[in-house]
């Protein structure tokens, strides 16, 4: 898989969006971009995924730049909950695709 | 409906011993991942299990990791002769089938200690 670029850590405000960038700028025209979030003591869950349009659903949005080269996962509202490690992962997705790993992500802290 | 569940949440064992991890996966999910996360580590695949298909082994750092899965369901990862390097969570996912567009949802994991 190709790699990404993510902040080390950053915070927002409850109830404000938070706007989580990540570079791919070696993504393959055949890789999806994935997004993943690891609340404390709890398994990675996934979040949205794309190719090339932007696309929304009951968690976030996801921005992705014509280029393809980066993109911007959107929690509208963050909430208390939302605050967990955020990761952002290019991966193809045939039959043989299925091993995901992912790197050291985005420290998201949701304050009051 | 039922998530993933593992078992034990925390183990600690004494260096030497062997231990035994459980997953139990989603209803009616025919694929199952074993994985592990070190402390500030990325995830690292271990092993996968697809139906009667052989399963992907090429991940277990060692052959004193093994795993088996029971009529295609539970699973249970097997570390003979514990390490203190192999001290980290131990995460078990299941998807609907095999392959890479369908989503894996994890179980909580279980943290092993080995003291």
Redesign the interface.
Known sequence: DAKTTQPTSMDCAEGRAANLPCNHSTISGNEYVYWYRQIHSQGPQYIIHGLKNNETNEMASLIITEDRKSSTLILPHATLRDTAVYYCIVRRTGSNDYKLSFGAGTTVTVRA | GAG?SQSPSNKVTEKGKDVELRCDPISGHT?L?W?RQSLGQ????LI?FQGNSAPDKS?LPSDRFSAERTGGSVSTLTIQRTQQEDSAVY?C?S?AT????Y???????TRLTVT
């Open positions: 993933v694929a991942y994985y990325g995830l690292e695949f996968y991940g995460l996912a998807s095999g392959g890479g567009s989503e894996q949802y994890f179980g909580p994991g």
